[in-house]
């Protein structure tokens, strides 16, 4: 089994900074693709940020030049890095993740329990 747990969410004032951290665990081998998803109240959930296992990244048009995400491959955590945030930015974020686990097993879409980032002065 692979687990993610997110943390790193909180309230924050617009114009201010946030790092979302999610680290996974259980029997990894290799994780392949990492990806923050986010849902604000009344919306579909949608993809922020994703990134592959050599390193590539793609954003949603909303948070380029904003969010940075990155990895950690040797402690197998991601994070999203969110800077001059808005208050559109309001939602629950989640981790995705891709992974084989050491007995071969691949878990494809392992979601992490949600982080709530709120953007109010």
């Known amino acids: 089994q692979v687990q993610l747990v997110e943390s790193g969410g909180g309230l924050v004032q617009p114009g201010g900074s946030l790092r979302l951290s999610c680290a996974a665990s259980?029997?990894?081998?290799?994780?392949?693709?990492m990806a923050w998803y986010r849902q604000a109240p009344g919306k579909e959930r949608e993809l922020v940020a994703i990134?592959?296992?050599?390193?590539?990244?793609r954003y949603a048009d909303s948070v380029k030049g904003r969010f940075t995400i990155s990895r950690d491959n040797a402690k197998k955590t991601g994070y999203l890095q969110m800077n001059s945030l808005e208050p559109e930015d309001t939602a629950v974020y989640y981790c995705?993740?891709?992974?084989?686990?050491?007995?071969?097993?691949?878990?494809?879409?392992?979601w992490g329990q949600g982080t709530q980032v709120t953007v109010s002065s």
């Open positions: 995705n993740a891709a992974a084989r686990s050491t007995t071969g097993t691949d878990f494809n879409d392992v």
């Open positions: 259980g029997s990894i081998f290799r994780i392949n693709v």
């Open positions: 990134i592959s296992s050599s390193g590539s990244r």
